[in-house]
C-alpha cells in the first residue's frame, strides 16, 4: 500500500518537512524527495509495532517450555505474564501526562531502548525471579510505545495521508498474529524459550539506529500545548462518567479475555494433548480467521449499528469461552476450528466496542484519553492473568484442574460488558472516523483483543 501516492509534488502546505518544525532533511543528511522520507518512517513505526507486539504475545504460547524450564506453577506463570501488563498499566498512568514535554523522537527512541533492553534481559534470564523482572523492565518501556508511534503519524503524515500511515501502521498487529508468534514459537521449540527474545532484540536494534538518524525532532507541541500535572490529568479522566463507562467497558474485556488466553497454549498441550509442535499452525490459523473477519464485522456493524453487533460478538464470545475451557481431548483440525473461532470472537467484539469507546470521547480529549486507556487496559490484562493463575492448581498428569471454571468466570464478565456498553453514550456528534470502522481498523482492534493488550485504535480514530 502507497501511503504517498496521492502527492507526486507537494506544496508546503501538504508537506510537513518543509516547515522547521520537522527538520527531516537535517535529520538524514541528505536530499531525498519528502515521498521517500515518510515511508521510511513509516517503516520505522512498523518494524517497532511489530517487534514489541510480538514481544508481548509470544511469551503466552510459551508455557510449555517455561514451566520445565523454571519449575513453574499456574500462579508463577501468571505473575510472568502480568508481570508486563502491570508495568506498562502503571507507567502508561504515571507517564502519560508528562511526555508532551519531550520532542517526539526523544521519546520514542528512550522508550525503544529501554524496551529492547528489557526483552535482550529476558532471553537472557537465567532464573524465574530474574525472568519476571524482565518482563516488568520490558512492560515498562513498551506499554506506550503504541501511543507515541501514532502520535508520530499525526505529526508527520498531512491529513490526507495520514489514514493510510495509520492503516499501514495498524497492520502490524495483524502481521504479529499470523507470522511472529507463530515463528517465534518455532523458533522458541527447536532452540529454546530464549531464541525469540534474542531475535527481537537483534531485529529491533538496527532499526533504533535508523531511527536516531531519520526521525524528526518533533518538539513543536512542546510550546503549543498546554503541560497538565498529574491531579489535573487523573480528574478529567476518571471523574467523567462517560468515561468512567468507558473504562468499566475496557476493564471487564480485557479482564474476561486474558482470564482465558494466559493459559490457552498450555491447557491445549496439558489438557487436550495437542503436540507443541502444533501450536504455531493454531495461532496461524486464528490469526488469518481473524484478518478476513474483522473487516466483515467492521462493515456490518457500519450497516446496523455498532451495539447490537457487540451484543452478538460478546455473547458469541462468552459461549466459546465456555466452550474452550470444557472441551475434551479432541483431534487436531477440531482444536484448530476452536481456537480460531475464539480468537475471531474474542477480537471480533473489539471491533465494535473501539468504535463506541472513541466515540463516547470529546475530540479535544482523546490524546490524553489515550494514556489513561492504555494505562487501564493493561493492569485489568495483567489482573486477569494474575487471577486465572490463583484460581488453578496442576493434577499429577500435569493437567490443569480449574480452567472450567476461570471459563465461567471470563464468559459471566463478557456477558456483562453488554449492559456496560449499554450505558455508554456518544459525546455529541461523533467524528466520521469514529463511525466508520474501517478496515485497518478493525484488524487492529481485533489483534487488541487477541493479544495485548497494547495500545492504540483511539489515536487512530483521532488521527
Given at each position: ?451 495485548d493488550a497494547t495500545d492504540p485504535l483511539v489515536a487512530t480514530v483521532e488521527s
Amino acid at each position: 500500500m502507497d501511503v504517498t501516492s496521492e502527492a507526486s509534488s507537494p506544496t508546503p502546505r501538504e508537506n510537513p518537512y518543509a516547515s522547521s518544525q520537522l527538520p527531516v532533511t537535517q535529520a538524514i543528511g541528505g536530499n531525498e524527495p519528502p515521498v521517500f522520507r515518510e515511508k521510511l518512517i513509516l517503516l520505522i513505526l512498523v518494524i517497532v509495532q511489530f517487534t514489541s507486539i510480538v514481544d508481548f504475545m509470544v511469551i503466552i504460547p510459551l508455557e510449555p517450555q517455561l514451566k520445565p524450564a523454571f519449575g513453574l506453577s499456574p500462579s508463577d506463570f501468571g505473575w510472568i505474564v502480568s508481570a508486563y501488563t502491570f508495568a506498562a498499566g502503571i507507567v502508561a498512568l504515571l507517564l502519560s501526562p508528562f511526555l508532551d514535554r519531550f520532542g517526539r523522537r526523544t521519546a520514542f527512541t528512550t522508550l525503544y531502548s529501554g524496551f529492547l533492553l528489557g526483552t535482550l534481559a529476558c532471553g537472557l534470564a537465567p532464573t524465574y525471579h530474574t525472568l519476571l523482572a524482565a518482563r516488568f523492565v520490558t512492560g515498562a518501556f513498551g506499554g506506550l510505545l503504541g501511543g507515541i508511534a501514532l502520535a508520530i503519524v499525526g505529526d508527520v503524515f498531512p491529513e490526507h495521508r495520514r489514514g493510510r500511515a495509520s492503516g499501514m501502521l495498524m497492520a502490524s498487529f495483524a502481521l504479529a498474529s499470523i507470522f511472529g508468534v507463530p515463528i517465534g514459537l518455532y523458533l522458541g521449540q527447536q532452540f529454546g524459550w530464549h531464541t525469540p527474545f534474542f531475535i527481537i532484540a537483534g531485529l529491533g536494534l538496527p532499526i533504533l539506529f535508523l531511527a536516531l538518524r531519520v526521525l524528526p525532532r518533533l518538539d513543536e507541541h512542546r510550546s503549543a500545548r498546554k503541560i497538565e500535572s498529574l491531579g489535573e490529568y487523573l480528574r478529567e479522566m476518571f471523574l467523567n462518567r462517560n468515561h468512567q463507562w468507558a473504562f468499566a467497558l475496557t476493564v471487564l474485556m480485557q479482564f474476561g479475555g486474558f482470564l482465558v488466553v494466559t493459559f490457552l497454549s498450555a491447557y491445549l498441550v496439558q489438557n487436550l494433548k495437542i503436540e507443541k509442535e502444533s501450536l504455531p499452525y493454531l495461532y496461524s490459523l486464528g490469526g488469518a480467521m481473524t484478518l478476513i473477519g474483522s473487516p466483515l464485522i467492521g462493515r456490518w456493524a457500519d450497516k446496523v449499528g455498532k451495539p447490537p453487533v457487540y451484543r452478538v460478538m460478546a455473547i458469541a464470545a462468552a459461549a466459546v469461552y465456555l466452550l474452550v475451557t470444557h472441551m475434551p481431548p479432541v483431534p487436531l483440525v477440531v482444536a484448530m476450528f476452536t481456537m480460531g473461532l475464539l480468537m475471531l470472537c474474542n477480537g471480533g467484539r473489539m471491533v465494535p466496542a473501539m468504535a463506541m469507546i472513541t466515540s463516547s470521547v470529546a475530540p479535544a480529549r482523546r490524546g490524553s484519553f489515550l494514556g489513561a486507556y492504555s494505562a487501564v487496559q493493561h493492569l485489568s490484562a495483567g489482573l486477569g492473568s494474575f487471577v486465572a493463575g490463583k484460581m488453578m492448581t496442576t493434577a499429577a498428569d500435569n493437567s490443569f484442574v480449574g480452567y472450567g471454571n476461570v471459563g465461567i468466570l471470563a464468559s459471566g464478565v463478557t456477558l456483562l460488558t453488554v449492559w456496560i456498553a449499554s450505558q455508554l453514550r456518544i459525546y455529541e456528534e461523533p467524528t466520521a472516523l469514529a463511525e466508520e470502522t474501517s478496515i485497518p481498523e478493525a484488524i487492529a482492534a481485533a489483534a487488541q483483543g487477541n493479544a495485548d493488550a497494547t495500545d492504540p485504535l483511539v489515536a487512530t480514530v483521532e488521527s
